[in-house]
């Protein structure tokens, strides 16, 4: 319970799971209150940084699945669409059907009253039109809101990062200087 009064109160948020970087104006009061020498905070921010780069390349993963799962819906809702336009009218729909991958077959599609939706993990199920045309808008909806959370998590992401190299150079530079007026007043001395 202490911990979460203590980080709420100076100010360290996170976004689904991903810690914020707190920025550090004075490198010396923080070196002091987290009980860290420069080379322990350096080291403790570098895997700091280590871990955004990989929730990072997770959170790119899954905009590319994303991005690429978003067409073929809206695909789907194209053919669920052009199949309930054809339905009644007597027409037949010729379509060629991807087998396999680079393998098509002709087909001549007669009045559909349903279609078979692909879920994934090998089930297939069958739909009327309109079922499958409501799931598949709610799946579209979903993977839109999915994908801009992903995006702003990505943002917030690097932001973290940003402020995270900051923190770094300003600790190394503060340490750089620290050390050159260590070597100037110990050249005085003698």
């Known amino acids: 319970m202490a911990t979460a009064s203590s980080s709420s109160s100076s100010g360290v948020t996170e976004r689904r799971g991903i810690p914020a970087a707190a920025f550090v104006e004075d490198v010396e009061t923080y070196l002091t209150r987290s009980a860290l020498d420069v080379n322990s905070a350096l080291a403790f921010l570098q895997e700091r940084l280590q871990q955004y780069r990989l929730v990072e390349?997770?959170?790119l993963a899954q905009q590319r699945d994303l991005q690429a799962k978003i067409p073929d819906i809206e695909k789907c809702l194209d053919v669920?669409?052009?199949?309930?336009?054809?339905?009644?009218t007597g027409e037949a729909l010729l379509v060629d059907l991807e087998v396999s991958e680079g393998i098509y077959?002709?087909?001549c599609i007669d009045d559909a009253d349903s279609v078979c939706l692909w879920l994934g993990a090998n089930i297939m199920l069958e739909y009327s039109c309109e079922e499958a045309t409501t799931l598949l808008q709610k799946n579209l909806e979903n993977a839109r809101a999915s994908l801009e959370v992903l995006v702003a998590d990505l943002q917030f992401l690097r932001d973290q990062v940003t402020i995270t190299q900051v923190t770094i150079?300003?600790?190394?530079?503060?340490?750089?200087?620290?050390?050159?007026?260590?070597?100037?007043s110990a050249a005085k001395d003698p």
């Open 80 to 88: 669920v669409a052009t199949l309930q336009a054809k339905k009644g």
């Open 169 to 184: 150079a300003r600790i190394y530079n503060w340490d750089v200087h620290q050390r050159r007026i260590r070597q100037a």
């Open 105 to 107: 077959s002709r087909a």
């Open 57 to 59: 390349m997770k959170l």
